[in-house]
Each structure stands twice: as C-alpha cells, then as structure tokens.
C-alpha cells in the first residue's frame, strides 16, 4: 500500500511518471481509469484549491468521491481522530485525502495501513501535492531548473508550502533563497541544508529566475507577529517595481492576500502563474491518484 505523506516518499521514477502523467492529462483527457474507485477527503483546515482540486481529479478518473466535514462529524461528539479515521477505513474508500494542522497525523494514520493516505497539508512541514504542481509549473516554463534560482518570500518559518517545496526544488537541482523580516525566517533545522537567507528582495532580485511569494499564516500565529501588515508589505509585497522587465516567474500557492503579498497590477501580469499553479494542480493531482491507486 503506498502513502503520500511527503514528496520524499517519492523516488525519481515516480517523480518522472507523475510529471510525464500530468503534462498528458493537461494535454487530453484520460478515460476513467479509477472507476468504481472511492475517495474520501477529509479536511480539519479550511481549503478552496486543494480540496476541490483532488475532488475534481478524482471525478475526472472516474472516482466517487466522499467528503466528510469534520465540523458537522463525530468528532464534535469527542471521537478520536483514530477512532474516526478506523471507522472510515471499514467502509473501504480506495483513499483517504486529508489535511491536518499537525504535521505528524497524516504519518500516524498511514502507519496504520488501512488505507492510502493522501497527505494534503500538514502543519508547518509539508504540503506535496502542492510541491509538485509548483515543480510542474516551474518546468513547464524553464524545461531544466537545475541551477536557477527560487527566492521564496514571506511567513517561511509557517509554511509548508516552503518547507515541502524547498525539499523537492534543491533535490531536483534549484537554489533555492529565503527572504523575509528576521521573524519569518526559519531556524537553520527547517530544512536539512542551510538555504541563504535575507532580509530584502532587493539585494538578490537580480540573481534569481523565480519568486515565490507566501501568505502570512495568521492562523499558526500564537500572537500576531506584526501589529499591522501593512509596514510588512511595504517591504515584501511582490510589486512591478520591485520585478520591473526583468524574466522572472512569480509564483503564489494561494490564497492571495492581494497588496500584501502581491500587488493587483503584477497579479494580472503574464510573468505572474497564480492560475497556471491551480491548474497544474488538477493534472498533478489526477496523476498522483493515478500512481498510487493504478501503478504502484
Ligand atoms: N494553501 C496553502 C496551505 O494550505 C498556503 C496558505 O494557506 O497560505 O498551506
Ligand atoms: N494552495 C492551497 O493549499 O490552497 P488551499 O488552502 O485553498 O487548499
């Protein structure tokens, strides 16, 4: 039975398969390859992109597709995550799609080996799904990204968007940079090599190909961080003053907090892939069922 819990679960191969997978679906449409097949998704965070993006995918192999709102389940009753999770496992769904503000418990409940786990955002560590559709993005515009550079900007400290996406970019070859305030930028453990770290963009915006701008994850923050944002964007929000022509992709998982991370005006740029990121995930994610469910 394989996971996804993190995208070192992942060899090459299955890296290569998923990609190759996903530029073919982007390309025409499968036929139902996972018919008779069920997912259930179960999100304990809020989601606009990734659940509904697994939940199309699915419905586009052919899949049925269960959702189960933590909110209105047993869990208000006081059953164990464990206890919910075994008693969906003894329905059969072919998968499990689950998001988490911790980051062990998609780990914890593929250890029980009931059924595939999915893991679609856990905590401050990973977020894979998310990783491959920016790899996939990333690829799609420079063909090779060995060797150029990503300077990921904001709430890194937070974020499992940059914590996975840092692991898979350096092992496929990028340079990967940190940007942002001292108190977003993460300790030397986050990732297993020091990436360079700074404080403004404008010193290294010159070197690099690509940025990746983060939301502020307000909802992992004991106590604000910053008394306004509005100071934290003069800094860090991504503008086209700060871009001006040069041949950079900007990238954002989303959700945008729009003139905070990104300003309007280079949101409606070309260079920018915000959309281009949504859709690469919808192939992304038929792909990864398809790995799990199909050819593993
Ligand atoms: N949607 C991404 C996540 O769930 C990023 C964000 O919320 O800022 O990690
Ligand atoms: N990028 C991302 O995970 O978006 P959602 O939180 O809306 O799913």
């Known amino acids: 039975m394989k996971h996804l819990i993190d995208t070192n679960d992942l060899s090459n191969k299955q890296i290569d398969d998923i990609l190759a997978d996903a530029i073919k679906f982007k390309k025409s449409s499968p036929p139902p390859l996972l018919a008779n097949k069920v997912m259930l998704t179960l999100f304990f965070e809020d989601s606009t992109r990734t659940r509904s993006s697994f939940e199309i995918a699915g419905k586009k192999l052919g899949m049925s597709v269960v959702h189960l709102n933590p909110s209105t389940s047993s869990t208000k009753k006081g059953e164990t995550l464990q206890d919910t999770f075994e008693n969906l496992c003894a329905m059969d769904p072919n998968t499990i799609v689950i998001r988490h503000s911790q980051n062990d418990i998609p780990s914890q409940l593929s250890a029980l080996d009931l059924t595939p786990v999915i893991n679609a955002g856990a905590g401050n560590y990973a977020h894979p799904t ?80 690509a940025v990746m701008s983060l939301r502020v994850q307000l909802e992992r923050h004991e106590t604000p961080v910053f008394k306004d944002y509005e100071s934290y964007a003069k800094k860090y929000c991504i503008t086209k003053d700060i871009i001006k022509d040069r041949d950079i992709l900007i990238l954002h998982p989303g959700p945008v907090m729009r003139n905070i991370d990104i300003t309007d005006e280079l949101l409606l740029d070309d260079r920018c892939k915000v959309l281009t990121q949504v859709k690469n995930g919808l192939y992304v994610r038929m792909a990864i069922l398809k790995n799990l469910l199909l050819d593993s």
């Open 130 to 209: 998310q990783a491959m559709l920016d790899y996939m993005t990333l690829k799609e515009h420079f063909g090779d990204i060995k060797g150029k550079t990503i300077a990921i900007v904001g709430d890194i400290v937070t974020s499992r968007v940059a914590s996975s996406a840092t692991r898979l970019l350096t092992r496929m070859g990028m340079n990967v940079i940190f940007v942002g305030p001292k108190e977003f930028l993460p300790p030397l453990s986050f990732t297993s090599d020091a990436m360079p770290q700074y404080e403004s963009l404008d010193k290294i915006i010159e070197n690099v190909d």
